[in-house]
Every structure is written in structure tokens, then in C-alpha cells.
């Protein structure tokens, strides 16, 4: 199950689980559509093509919920 991570790991923007605008590499790192769009969409982390999130919503949601660790380390 994909790993829905709360946060943009670049500049700690919240990014909903049920929402939009998430951007996503294999390893799950995940950055917002505006930090996405500097790194050209390709992680800094490993390198990997950064690719639109699938939102998760309804019951999905309810029963798979979304990671509340964050990621960013400002």
C-alpha cells in the first residue's frame, strides 16, 4: 500500500492524503507541485521521475489512513 506522506519533504507544505498536488518518486519521497516543478520532477533523493500522487478518499481513507510523520527537516 502506498505510503501517503502529510507533508512536501522540500518545504514542508501540507499535502492532504484526499487531495491533489502531491508529487511522488518509487520511494515515495514527496514534494508539492511548485518544489516538483524547480527539481524539474526528478528527486533529489534518488534520482527517480517525480509523478502525480493518487488521492485517497472515502473509505479508502478512512480505513488505510494517511502517514502523520512528517517528512521536512527545516
Do not use: H, Q, Y
Not at 498536488?21 to 527517480?48: K, M, Q
Amino acid at each position: 500500500m502506498l505510503e501517503m506522506r502529510p507533508d512536501c519533504e522540500r518545504c514542508g507544505v501540507d499535502l492532504p492524503a484526499n487531495e491533489g498536488g502531491a508529487f511522488i518518486c518509487s520511494f515515495v519521497c514527496t514534494f508539492c507541485a511548485d518544489c516538483a516543478d524547480a527539481l524539474d520532477e526528478r528527486c533529489p533523493n534518488c534520482g527517480g521521475e517525480l509523478l502525480d500522487r493518487p488521492a485517497r478518499t472515502g473509505k479508502a481513507l478512512k480505513a488505510n489512513p494517511a502517514s502523520t510523520e512528517r517528512r521536512f527537516r527545516g
